[in-house]
């Protein structure tokens, strides 16, 4: 029986069907998102109005207080808490939303998953209300239980309302293994018709 690809053609398509799957692949083991001002935020305050991480193959928002999240945050101005941001409630306007008391570039908002998660996207939604909206460009970083970064992204733009991270996978291991193994096998298999 006559094949259909050559060996080349074979190669083209094992990368093709790797990384075209991966890049719509969703990153595992998410425990921790930190949410810092990026450089665009000329101001150096962080507010955040609400969080929403969405679990892969459910949709269901993960950080949320009600789903076992929890935040934390570099300081609080009088009124706001980092508990807003996790609350489901939002986007809303101040003092309902998580802002820093200090401007100076180094606040942050730690929100904490309930368990290491699979996560499609990151939203951050800003501030409602009329003020700030300068300050809604921010930095996320994702990291495991363990604390070491999963992926993060710079100068997120917020100021329409909202931003969304697309969160795409790196190729797994396995996936790797897996395409080398096929490499090996048709490079075997071009030498034996030689």
């Given at each position: 029986m006559k094949n259909?690809?050559?060996?080349k053609q074979s190669i083209l398509l094992s990368i093709i069907l790797l990384f075209g799957s991966a890049a719509n692949a969703a990153i595992i083991n998410i425990f921790e998102i930190r949410i810092t001002p990026s450089a665009l935020n000329t101001e150096g305050w962080?507010?955040?109005s609400e969080?929403?991480?969405?679990?892969t193959g459910t949709g269901n928002d993960?950080?949320?207080?009600?789903?076992?999240?929890?935040?934390?945050?570099?300081?609080?101005?009088?009124?706001?808490?980092p508990a807003n941001a996790i609350d489901g409630i939002g986007p809303i306007g101040f003092p309902d939303i998580f802002h820093s008391n200090e401007n100076d570039g180094s606040s942050f908002l730690s929100v904490k998953l309930a368990s290491a998660s699979?996560?499609?996207?990151?939203?951050i939604f800003g501030r409602t209300d009329a003020c700030c909206s300068q300050r809604d460009y921010y930095d996320i970083a994702l990291f495991d239980i363990n604390g070491n970064q999963l992926f993060s992204a710079t100068d997120l733009d917020g100021t329409n309302g909202s931003v969304t991270s697309n969160l795409n996978a790196v190729p797994l291991p396995a996936?790797?293994?897996?395409?080398?193994s096929g490499f090996l096998s048709l490079m075997v298999m071009g030498r034996r018709k030689s």
């Open positions: 259909i690809f050559s060996y962080l507010q955040v969080v929403v991480a969405t679990e993960l950080a949320l207080a009600s789903a076992g999240a929890t935040a934390v945050g570099s300081s609080d101005w009088p009124g706001s808490s699979s996560l499609d996207s990151v939203s996936a790797v293994w897996l395409l080398g």
